[in-house]
C-alpha cells in the first residue's frame, strides 16, 4: 500500500505556472509508475501525464504536451508536476495515482489539489 498527497496547486493566472508536487509514503516509490491526471466539475476524470519507475519514460496528453513535465525524485518519494504556460483549460483538480511495476491497474491515489487558471 502506498499513501500519496499532492500539494502546488492554487489560483494563478493564465500565461503562469505552478509546480504541483505528490509525496508517497506506506512502500518503496521506486516500486511503482506514477501517473498525474485531473478532473474539472462535471467532466471526466482525465489522463494528463505518466512517469516510469525510474524517470526514464514519461507521456503526455496532447493537451499539455510542451507545457507540462513531470519527473520524480525516488530519494525523495516525490513525484512533480511542472506546469507553464498555464490555461483556463487546464482549471481542475489535479490527482497523482500509483500503479505497480509489476503491472496493474492505477490502484492508489491522492486527494487532489485545486488548479484555478484565470483569464
Not at 63 to 88: C, E
Amino acid at each position: 500500500q502506498v499513501q500519496l498527497v499532492e500539494s502546488g496547486g492554487g489560483l494563478v493566472q493564465a500565461g503562469a505556472s505552478l509546480r504541483l508536487s505528490c509525496v508517497a509514503s506506506g512502500r518503496t516509490f521506486s516500486s511503482y509508475g506514477m501517473g498525474w491526471f485531473r478532473q474539472a466539475p462535471g467532466k471526466e476524470r482525465e489522463f494528463v501525464a505518466n512517469i516510469n519507475w525510474s524517470g526514464a519514460i514519461t507521456y503526455y496528453a496532447d493537451s499539455v504536451k510542451g507545457r507540462f513535465t513531470t519527473s520524480r525524485d525516488n530519494a525523495k518519494n516525490t513525484m512533480y508536476l511542472q506546469m507553464n504556460s498555464l490555461k483556463p483549460e487546464d482549471t481542475a483538480v489535479y490527482y497523482c495515482a500509483a500503479v505497480p511495476t509489476s503491472g496493474g491497474s492505477y490502484d492508489y491515489w491522492g486527494q487532489g489539489t485545486q488548479v484555478t487558471v484565470s483569464s
